[in-house]
């Protein structure tokens, strides 16, 4: 049932464009006195650039707990769960960079993400993948896609305007 191969081939990368959300895992190099980190992800922000490097479009809201960690170890993993009728979960495993925006390099992913990037993202996170397993799925519900939450969005665009946003839009992960 489990399968694992080294990159991603037609069948992955159509089922991650199928996704309407992500998970994104990391952990900090001290899992003694910090914790794993979990996030799910929305909204369109992944692009697939080859059968070895995604890249998605981070925005603020809550700690920056992945750019920490990939700041930390690099290690990152990106989870694609079927919430439809054909189960399967597919995991990219590899190293992963936050990288800023204005960088050299962010400057070139943002154009190749197709306007994927809001005002409002606060870095890019790239995953150059090292393996691609997948998994059956069968103990996953099914789920009714409704749409997007807006919430987000408009939370960044009243924190923007009451400049509150600044404390969340730092590459690095830093308490204020």
């Known amino acids: 049932m489990a399968e694992t191969f080294l990159e991603m081939n037609e069948k992955h990368i159509n ?6 959300i992500f998970f994104v895992a990391t952990a900090p190099n001290n899992l003694k006195d910090e914790f794993v980190n979990l ?12 059968n070895k ?3 998605y479009a981070d925005y603020p809201g809550s700690g920056n707990e992945t750019a920490a960690h ?3 170890n ?7 769960a079927s919430f439809d009728k054909s189960p399967m979960i597919l ?11 204005d960088s050299p390099l962010g400057r070139e992913l943002k154009e190749k993400m197709n306007g994927k990037v809001s005002q409002y993202v606060r870095h890019l996170i790239i995953l150059r993948i ?7 799925g069968y103990g996953v519900p099914c789920y009714q896609y409704l749409g997007n939450r807006e919430n987000l969005i408009e939370w960044c665009k009243s924190a923007s305007i009451t400049g509150k946003i ?4 730092g590459f690095l992960w830093k308490e204020v």
């Open 70 to 72: 990939l700041q930390q």
């Open 39 to 50: 996030s799910p992800k929305g909204y369109d922000v992944l692009e697939i650039l080859n």
């Open 91 to 101: 995991r990219l495993y590899g190293h992963g960079e936050a990288v800023a925006l």
């Open 166 to 169: 600044k404390k969340y839009m």
């Open 53 to 55: 490097t995604v890249v």
């Open 74 to 80: 690099g290690r990152l993993t990106i989870m694609f």
């Open 130 to 136: 090292e393996k691609v397993k997948t998994s059956c």
């Open 15 to 20: 089922f991650i464009k199928a996704q309407k």
